[in-house]
């Protein structure tokens, strides 16, 4: 059993940074491949990047590339999203997701699915 918990949103002008914490509890953690996903208004969650349970492995969705950088302590039992020239259209609920099955970054990794473990959300506004 995982249980995750997200922090670090908030309100950030266009162009700003913010840095989501994702902390979360039980050993299966530090073998377990994380991900970031993300859900506007009105549209569908989508993925924004993942990290392999090493942390060597990383992968991003196209829109944050160069951008946003996922990154984890497996001492603190933790992942972060370090999210940096925001923009209006990154505003969203943003979720981390747990892969205890595996902890390696596959194509998979990009799909919901993959996760068995979700957190409640952190939500972030860009204002322009």
């Known amino acids: 059993q995982v249980q995750l918990v997200e922090s670090g949103g908030g309100l950030v002008q266009a162009g700003g940074s913010l840095r989501l914490s994702c902390a979360a509890s039980?050993?299966?953690?530090?073998?377990?491949?994380m991900g970031w996903f993300r859900q506007a208004t009105g549209k569908e969650r989508e993925f924004v990047a993942a990290?392999?349970?090493?942390?060597?492995?990383?992968v991003y969705t196209d829109s944050v590339k160069g951008r946003f950088t996922i990154s984890r302590d497996n001492a603190k039992n933790t992942v972060y999203l370090q999210m940096n020239s925001l923009e209006p259209e990154d505003a969203a609920v943003y979720y981390c997701?747990?892969?205890?099955?595996?902890?390696?970054?596959?194509?998979?990794?990009?799909?919901?699915?993959?996760?068995?473990?979700w957190g409640q959300g952190t939500q972030v506004t860009v204002s322009s």
């Open positions: 990290i392999s349970w090493t942390g060597i492995n990383t």
């Open positions: 997701a747990a892969d205890v099955n595996l902890g390696a970054i596959t194509r998979d990794s990009k799909f919901q699915y993959a996760y068995e473990y």
């Open positions: 039980g050993r299966a953690f530090r073998s377990a491949s």
